[in-house]
């Protein structure tokens, strides 16, 4: 339990950490800068949020997915 509890802890502490990712291709940079400096980092949250939520989705297969087979294995 001990240890479950400090990795959601620490993926909690890596969550609140913000780095500034540059996650738009070259072109997209280019379009972006030309609108301004706001819109180009709601653009860069954007595709940030968009590559975010596949990611998070396999994670939680997985977690369902070895959570059954260990439940199976008892």
Same mark, same amino acid.
């Given at each position: ?16 950490? +913000? ?18 400096? /706001? ?27 070895? /959570?059954?087979?260990?439940?199976? +294995?008892?």
């Amino acid at each position: 339990m001990k240890k479950y509890i400090l990795t959601i802890l620490f993926i909690a502490v890596l969550g609140f950490i +913000s780095m500034d990712v540059a996650a738009q291709c070259s072109i997209c940079t280019k379009t972006a800068m030309q609108l301004g400096a /706001r819109p180009a980092q709601g653009l860069n949250a954007g595709i940030l949020y968009l590559v975010a939520v596949p990611y998070l989705a396999v994670v939680f297969i997985g977690y369902k997915w070895w /959570r059954s087979e260990k439940k199976a +294995s008892e």
